[in-house]
């Protein structure tokens, strides 16, 4: 599993995704591939990330989930949930799986401790406004 030192960065990186600081965030995401061993839980939790930033870098496609989250605490909570039973399921997921469905659930925390979506709400910046 990832050191405290990667989620510290797992947790600079979503603060730099989600303000769309993308060169920065990519710099992060570097650090955090260093650092990671080669286990799939890692290699699923850096795919998750890879894939919120590209996501993210287009914000225009309403299909992509991260593009579709809501300023809503009940709404985080139980994607936290969903993505918490996804990681933990070990008949069903594989290492990959549950290190992906990890990083959803970091977001997921990172999301309801900061109140990221409520400000885009307000700011007119977020699609669910």
Do not use: C
């Not at 570097?30 to 914000?59: P, Q, T, V």
């Not at 299909?63 to 949930?81: G, T, V």
């Amino acid at each position: 599993m990832f050191k405290l030192i990667s989620k510290i960065f797992a947790k600079r990186f979503y603060e730099l995704t989600l303000k769309r600081d993308f060169a920065e965030a990519e710099r992060v995401l570097e650090k955090i591939r260093e650092k990671a061993s080669k286990s799939g839980w890692d290699k699923g939790y850096i795919f998750a990330l890879e894939g919120m930033l590209l996501a993210y870098k287009n914000k225009d496609d309403d299909y992509l989930f991260i593009n579709r989250l809501q300023p809503d605490k009940q709404y985080l909570k139980k994607i936290k949930k969903d993505f918490e039973e996804k990681a933990r399921n070990l008949l069903t997921n594989s290492d990959f799986d549950r290190g992906f469905f990890s990083a959803w659930v970091d977001l997921a925390n990172h999301l309801l401790k900061t109140n990221f979506l409520e400000g885009l709400s307000k700011t007119g910046n977020s699609k669910t406004s």
